[in-house]
């Protein structure tokens, strides 16, 4: 039986001219792909591929992996999510990037949290809840608590002996300041606020930095000294 010849207005496609299917590559891969790992254990650390990263993984044999590039720590068939917890994978590398010194309250805050140190009785309890979320993590898997205190010094992250821990290498970036902090750094720079630089820096109108400034005032980080055209703010004392 003979095909009926095409009627219909609709060009039919020419051949030779359609698409060849892209192939399916899962996710996984495509995202990884190409990224320098840094691998650490207990004494040594290595820059691998993220396919030699894993291949390590798979023959290894480690007893806790702490892998920053799922976030996530494995110990004994568990598995815990670090992205369940506010700040826990940042300070998890934080921790990791200063295995060989102490860090203190405040360095761990500044750079987990990634803000200044202006209220020391506040942040302080959320580094101490940090901690202990991260240790309650540790003996929920069962795993040996990696976190020491040296007194008069700060918490040092120590890897035991099996366990091995992996991060993504990136290139440096210098964290830009808030509006609120450079307001806070111009004051500490000077003695005072200056507006003009103040409005070069954040780009904000006069009037714009004077309810900042205002606010910061009403807040207990800047004080009001002298009146009219005399007026200056300056850092409240203990700041």
């Not at 095409?6 to 996710?27: D, F, M």
């Not at 396919?51 to 568990?78: M, P, S």
């Not at 999510?81 to 940042?90: A, G, P």
Request: glycine share 8%; aromatic share 6%.
């Amino acid at each position: 039986m003979q095909a009926r010849p095409v009627t219909s207005l609709a060009r039919a496609p020419k051949a030779g001219l359609r698409r060849k299917p892209r192939p399916v590559t899962p996710s996984f891969i495509r995202r990884r792909s190409g990224q320098s790992i840094l691998v650490e254990t207990g004494a040594d650390s290595h820059v691998l591929t993220s396919r030699q990263a894993q291949g390590l993984l798979r023959c290894g044999g480690w007893d806790l992996v702490i892998d920053l590039v799922r976030k996530e720590i494995r110990f004994g068939g568990k598995i815990a999510d670090l992205r369940c917890k506010e700040r826990m994978v940042t300070l998890v590398e934080v921790l990791l990037d200063s295995r060989s010194r102490p860090l203190s309250l405040r360095e761990l805050f500044e750079q987990a949290w990634e803000c200044k140190w202006l209220d020391p009785e506040t942040h302080t309890s959320s580094v101490y809840f940090g901690i202990h979320r991260l240790r309650q993590m540790l003996v929920d898997l069962g795993a040996p608590d990696c976190l020491s205190n040296h007194a008069g010094e700060g918490y040092v992250f120590e890897l035991p002996a099996g366990a091995i821990a992996l991060r993504k290498i990136r290139p440096r970036q210098t964290r830009r300041l808030k509006n609120d902090d450079v307001i806070m750094e111009i004051a500490r720079e000077k003695g005072f606020v200056d507006n003009r630089e103040v409005r070069r820096r954040t780009g904000w109108s006069r009037s714009q930095v004077l309810r900042k400034v205002r606010s910061l005032s009403d807040q207990g980080h800047l004080c009001l000294e002298g009146r009219g055209r005399g007026a200056s703010y300056r850092l409240a004392e203990g700041l």
